[in-house]
């Protein structure tokens, strides 16, 4: 049950694209296509953006997109907003009915 | 909607037990877990149960410690937590699931072990 890899931090400038990995292993990232990724503002409840590695919820602008390649999934945010500046964390299913998290990335928005 | 309730303050080696009641769907088809976030720090799942009640699933860090549990009839879900330290400090949500993904999560309950 170790946590999935995520850099600490990422930033870009307004209209730009950052993508965020998250790296896994074969029993969580790359044995299923149940990656899900979370925004949460401080003090706030983790918010959907993507899940099944590529799927976005009613509501999240299509700016959010997600992607997985073998055990690295990825999160791509283009036209960067303000709004957009919050940590995000990814999750996948690892059997048995578990769940594993990232350690979270602070976005920050230039 | 899914609101969370019991978190407080307790001391090392002590109990506390969360509830989370939940509203607005068919409590009894979905199953529920418990995820948890120390201050400062990332999510960290904790806890599964099915709809039924049976299976449940632990994470190592907590196995042996805590209980999960829910009453379909009272549309509740429990997190009976024993032999506390200080490292379960965090904010106790509780998240239903669909799928692969913990889809709707509650607001939140602090717990705070500390003497």
């Known amino acids: 049950q170790s946590a999935l890899t995520q850099p600490r931090s990422v930033s870009g400038s307004p209209g730009q694209s950052v993508t965020i990995s998250c790296t896994g292993t074969?029993?969580?990232?790359?044995?299923?296509?149940?990656v899900s990724w979370y925004q949460q503002h401080p003090g706030k409840v983790p918010k959907v953006m993507i899940y099944?590695?590529?799927k976005r919820p009613s509501g999240v602008p299509d700016r959010f997109s997600g992607s997985k390649s073998g055990n690295t999934a990825s999160l791509t945010i283009s036209g960067l907003q303000a709004e957009d500046e919050a940590d995000y964390y990814c999750?996948?299913?690892?059997?048995?009915?578990?769940?594993?998290f990232g350690g979270g990335t602070k976005l920050t928005v230039l | 909607q899914l609101v969370e309730s019991g978190g407080g303050l307790v001391q090392p080696g002590g109990s506390l037990r969360l509830s989370c009641a939940a509203s607005?769907?068919?409590?009894?088809?979905?199953?529920m877990n418990w995820v948890r976030q120390a201050p400062g720090k990332g999510l960290e799942w904790v806890s599964y149960?099915?709809?039924?009640?049976?299976?449940?699933y632990y994470a190592d860090s907590v196995r042996g410690r805590f209980t999960i549990s829910r009453d379909n009839p009272r549309n509740s879900l429990y997190l009976q937590m024993n032999s506390l330290r200080a490292d379960d400090t965090a904010v106790y949500y509780c998240?239903?699931?669909?799928?692969?993904?913990?889809?709707?999560w509650g607001q939140g309950t602090l717990v705070t072990v500390s003497s």
């Open positions: 999750c996948s299913y690892a059997g048995t009915y578990s769940w594993v």
């Open positions: 607005g769907f068919t409590f009894s088809s979905y199953e």
């Open positions: 998240a239903s699931v669909a799928g692969g993904l913990l889809n709707y």
């Open positions: 074969s029993s969580d990232v790359g044995g299923y296509n149940f």
């Open positions: 099944d590695v590529n």
């Open positions: 149960i099915s709809g039924g009640g049976r299976p449940t």
